[in-house]
């Protein structure tokens, strides 16, 4: 069975595109990016950008676009048991059409990776096949916000994620 991802959130004026691999289990039973309660990403979110987990997710992610943000993951669909990255099965991922994407978001400045595994299936996956100014936009990986990333303090991941997005958009 595979898991697939959720539609972008996203509007036509979104400067940043903020990458995860793909919804965890939490995620993917109540529909919503991030919805796993230790994650962090909702949390540093509401310190940036005032899209705290206290308000309703259709009210975060509101505040996301208003600010140029956009939310997507790399892979459409994948197989992977449970929620961790490292157990995605690498041959079964079906990456999302990012040439479409960017030709329909002409203002995305750059590329935001949710985590190293992101980031790794997007250069494996997805960079090969974008055209050259696709494959030009900046992309900067940022610590995973996942519960299953604790070695980091909160304090330190927000730190990393101000320092770039609070300059790039």
Do not use: R
């Given at each position: 069975m595979h898991d697939k991802c959720f539609p972008p959130i996203a509007d036509a004026h979104a400067r940043v595109l903020i990458l995860g691999s793909l919804p965890g289990q939490v995620s993917l039973q109540r529909q919503q990016y991030y919805a796993h309660p230790h994650n962090a990403f909702w949390k540093i979110m509401g310190r940036l950008f005032g899209a705290g987990p206290?308000?309703?997710y259709a009210e975060r992610t509101q505040r996301l676009i208003e600010n140029g943000i956009a939310l997507w993951d790399v892979c459409a669909s994948a197989q992977r048991p449970g929620s961790l990255d490292a157990a995605i099965v690498h041959s079964s991922v079906v990456p999302n059409a990012f040439a479409a994407f960017i030709e329909s978001h002409p203002?995305?400045?750059l590329i935001c990776f949710n985590g190293g595994k992101a980031a790794e299936l997007y250069r494996r996956q997805v960079l090969p096949g974008l055209p050259a100014a696709a494959q030009a936009i900046r992309t900067a990986t940022l610590p995973s916000t996942s519960p299953a990333?604790?070695?980091?303090?909160f304090e330190e991941k927000l730190t990393r994620w101000a320092a770039l997005l609070q300059t790039s958009h």
């Open positions: 206290e308000l309703v203002d995305i400045g990333h604790a070695a980091m303090p």
